[in-house]
């Protein structure tokens, strides 16, 4: 099918869904519980009835009881709207393998999950220049167009989550869970636009991926450090004690992003670009994003 997902991988998706805290008003019908009253399989209620209303819908066995008309309302199962913000800056290519292979195959199992569920999927790849987006897309038989589109992402430039939430925000009204795939190694801060997202009732869920050379530099004596978005550059002695504070610093970032999430209930993940893929989704987003 795709380099990103495998037929055998594709038939395991088939049994989870994406997990969310809330329900979310859809557009059509689909396998969600929604916040409006429609017509489907569970009871929900009751109200009077007034002229207009479909009388196949009246409580017969209520009317006897209580001399009145009264209309039974149901919950309705309505799609779900899903949105990819997938990091395409240029830091995201660095590693073996590159962060952005990985966020690629994430953001791939989690739309395939998506459309198996009748929900809606988007993907905005996000860097300072404004990139095109797909979707939404709903049903099994966009995967294809999907997987094309995220093979097809090509990291650039530099990072700017404030503004991709801005412009996001600006354009989605329908409400939803929005994964943000990213390293975030943002100089512009990553903060204020995760809670932008809550703030206007959307649901962020963070996928943290960082390179293996980032965890664990290469052991080195003088060693150039190259930004590869801005180009700036660093001088650095590799000895131990520069290994052990680097090491410090990078899982100290790490905690920080999860503390914050976890702190703001929004689910966060980390794995090195270099992780066991199918081990990551089916252990680490299963226990906090996802649901059989």
């Known amino acids: 099918m795709s380099d990103l997902l495998t037929p055998a991988f594709i038939r395991r998706l088939e049994r989870l869904a994406i997990r969310v805290r809330r329900a979310f008003a859809g557009r059509m019908q689909g396998e969600r519980r929604s916040t409006k009253r429609g017509v489907s399989v569970e009871f929900a209620d009751y109200r009077e009835y007034v002229p207009g209303d479909d009388p196949r819908y009246l409580d017969w066995n209520a009317a006897a009881r209580m001399d009145r008309l009264y209309l039974k309302l149901y919950v309705e199962e309505e799609d779900l709207s899903v949105n990819f913000l997938v990091d395409a800056s240029a830091s995201m290519s660095f590693g073996k393998p590159a962060k952005i292979d990985f966020a690629r195959r994430v953001a791939a199992a989690l739309s395939y999950v998506s459309l198996a569920n009748l929900d809606r999927v988007s993907i905005v790849p996000y860097a300072a220049e404004q990139q095109e987006k797909i979707g939404p897309e709903r049903g099994r038989s966009n995967v294809f ?35 943000v795939l990213t390293d975030f190694l943002d100089p512009a801060g990553w903060e204020k636009p995760l809670a932008q997202l809550a703030h206007a009732g959307f649901q962020p869920m963070v996928v943290h991926v960082l390179a293996p050379e980032e965890l664990e530099p290469p052991d080195a004596d003088d060693v150039r450090f190259i930004d590869s978005e801005t180009g700036a550059s660093v001088d650095l002695s590799l000895n131990a004690a520069v290994l052990r504070a680097y090491r410090g610093r990078v899982e100290g970032f790490r905690r920080e992003v999860e503390s914050w999430c976890t702190k703001h209930a929004m689910p966060y993940a980390f794995a090195s670009s270099a992780a066991d893929f199918e081990e990551f989704v089916f252990r680490t987003l299963r226990v906090v994003m996802l649901e059989a």
């Open 145 to 179: 167009k999907l997987l094309k589109f995220l093979e097809g992402i090509q990291p650039s430039g530099t990072t700017s989550l404030t503004s991709t939430v801005r412009s996001f925000l600006a354009r989605n009204p329908r409400r939803g869970p929005v994964f």
